[in-house]
């Protein structure tokens, strides 16, 4: 499977594989880059996917791309989110997704932002 590094790349294919459910369309309603590339989805699926989600991926700018590959901090997040993202004893998104290449410094999280506590 691969990594998305762009916006471009989450389609409706790669979300069908990565959730293991078929997804019929995918509309960018958002998407910005800083540390990281970041994209919010709006998914057309016939299951219990989430409507909406949250996509962290490599940042859209080279030099930023580079800057996180010397340091590793996208893989190392998008570890921590593989390894127990779901299990911490803090409110945190819930993770549906997340995967990571060290070598080629590639990492995207699949994520659903918990609502704000009152």
């Known amino acids: ?48 996917v989430p409507d909406t989600l949250f996509v962290k991926l490599q940042p859209f700018v080279e030099q930023q791309r580079k800057f996180l590959r010397q340091i590793g901090l996208g893989v190392a997040e998008a570890r921590l989110y593989a390894a127990v993202g779901n299990e911490l004893p803090v409110r945190a998104p819930r993770v549906w997704h997340a995967d990571s290449d060290a070598a080629e410094g590639a990492f995207v999280m699949v994520l659903v932002v918990c609502p704000a506590i009152n």
């Open 1 to 48: 499977m691969t990594i998305p590094a762009r916006v471009e790349d989450l389609t409706p294919e790669w979300f069908s594989e990565i959730l293991d459910s078929p997804v019929g369309g995918v509309e960018i309603l958002d998407a910005h880059s800083g540390t990281t590339g970041r994209a919010r989805v709006r998914l057309t699926a016939s299951s219990d």
